[in-house]
């Protein structure tokens, strides 16, 4: 027999449109199943925003932070070997949060939303809605409205924050330079500033005078310096940043020579400009310019010289982030958001969404790739996202329910049937 009159506030019917079925599923509302104008979200729309906005902000934090550790131990000897402090460490490898975000947040945005979906689904949420005749145009505005925000953010992050950030972490290396240079050579240690130059002394004095200094240089594939100095000191000036080095020698061992060559010296003058980041010019990379610097590069520009087809595909590649977002929701509602059945369907279903993200993100890659030698490539990943795009927005004004080919489901029911009693004896 029919349930009692229900009061369906959390979704925003108005009190007493609803009827209740037994166990409070199969309501029957009014037109539009919610109250409010048209074109409001509703109680439900609000509800279904805020769950979709906290689970992306879960997922998106989560898998940000998994990555970011990831990548930092790999800068972890800024503090081992460069004596640089846990602050510096954490500010450093911080810096690349931003390009982390920028990628990870669509696909946060899909898992979030199929998750919203999903638990939708399992309530039997989307069957009542769906029987109370509400239009999937009416849930998917909620999405859409997610979708919005999290497309703001990443293209507010690949336009400026991100190419910021690198641009703060190459000075900040260059300022940690500088300090090993001047201040972090330790005592006792073997100090490698780059492949094939390796510092050592044994001590230093208050003053900042370096005792028992050793520098041995390989970075000359046909030749092999050492040097040895009983004292030296760090002098900066306009003409660059020098190792003073007093009352030593230098050897060096030619390639295909016997015996080395030794030279003892008074004084002896090392060049560390390369190390000191006294360099007044900057060229920035292509992941380090600005939107605006792509779209209208400097002529005289040496990296836009050397690669402009670089240029050229980041431009384009910046242009398409945000717009990631808005075609990934689009097509996991179009596979998801209609009422289903059975468990397996929907499944196979969330499989077919994440095939064809997947999809569509490799030919996106794949005509920027293409797009720096073959500039109409570039045009490839535009007319894909909009047929997605539009075949996903056809699909959910239809409410058509897409699923895999019968053959398969079968064929994918028939390998879990055969597999399922092994891996449960297993």
Known sequence: MPGPLCESTRYGYSEGSAVCGEGGIGCAAGRHGESGAPGEMGSIGWYIFRTTIGAFLLVLVTLTGLIWVTQALRDVDLMTNQGQTVFVFVGVTGLAI???????????????????LNKLSTDSELIVMNSAGMSPWRLFRAFFAAAVVVSIIVGAISAYVSPRGMRELREWITEIRTDIVANIIQPGRFNAFEYGLTFHIRERQPSGLLLGILVDDRRDPKEHTTVLAEQGTILKSQGGTFLILENGNVQ????????????????YAFDLSRFSGSEKTVNYSVR????????????????????PGQFRAEFHDRIMAPLYPLAFIVIVYAFLGAPRTTRQSRSLSLVSAICSIAALRLIGFGSNV?????????????????????????????????????????????????????????
Not at 376 to 403: M, N, P, S
């Open 370 to 426: 293409m797009g720096v030698q073959m500039p109409f490539a570039l045009a490839v990943q535009y007319v894909v996202l909009a047929l997605a795009t539009g075949f996903g927005i056809y699909a959910i004004g239809r409410g058509a329910i897409i699923e895999p080919p019968a053959f398969v489901a079968n064929a994918i029911q028939s390998l879990a049937t055969r597999f399922m009693p092994r891996a449960e004896a297993a």
């Open 288 to 307: 380090e310019q600005f939107l605006w610097e792509l779209a209208a590069p400097n002529p005289e520009n040496p990296i836009y010289k050397l690669q």
């Open 252 to 267: 060096r061992q030619q390639t295909g020579e016997r015996d080395p060559n030794f030279v003892v010296f008074d004084r």
């Open 98 to 116: 931003p390009l982390l975000v920028q990628v990870i947040a669509p696909l946060a945005l899909v898992i979030a939303v199929a998750h919203v």
